[in-house]
């Protein structure tokens, strides 16, 4: 399973089976960060891949807060060995 995908399920509940497109969130998806902010829980997002902040993808959408933490994947910043 595709990663984007899995990733509208675990926001939303809703299946995208069979379709299971690199797609953001619709704009008429609701997620669970916006159902619990309706009902007075206040929520937070931290991830450490950069996917979840692509333009439009709007995977923060609904939490109060969220954070984008570089992982090591790929990065030019790693410290050398001393």
């Not at 509208?8 to 619709?26: C, I």
């Not at 992982?71 to 790693?78: A, D, I, L, N, V």
Request: glycine share 8%; aromatic share 14%.
């Amino acid at each position: 399973m595709l990663t984007i995908p899995c990733r509208r399920v675990y926001h939303t509940g809703k299946s995208v089976l069979p379709e299971s497109k690199w797609q953001p969130l619709a704009p008429g998806d609701t997620t669970f960060a916006e159902i619990a902010g309706r009902h007075g829980v206040t929520s937070g997002f931290i991830v450490d891949t950069y996917h979840h902040f692509k333009p439009d993808y709007n995977f923060h959408r609904g939490f109060d807060s969220w954070q984008w933490i570089r992982s090591t994947r790929r990065t030019s910043y790693r410290t050398s060995r001393t």
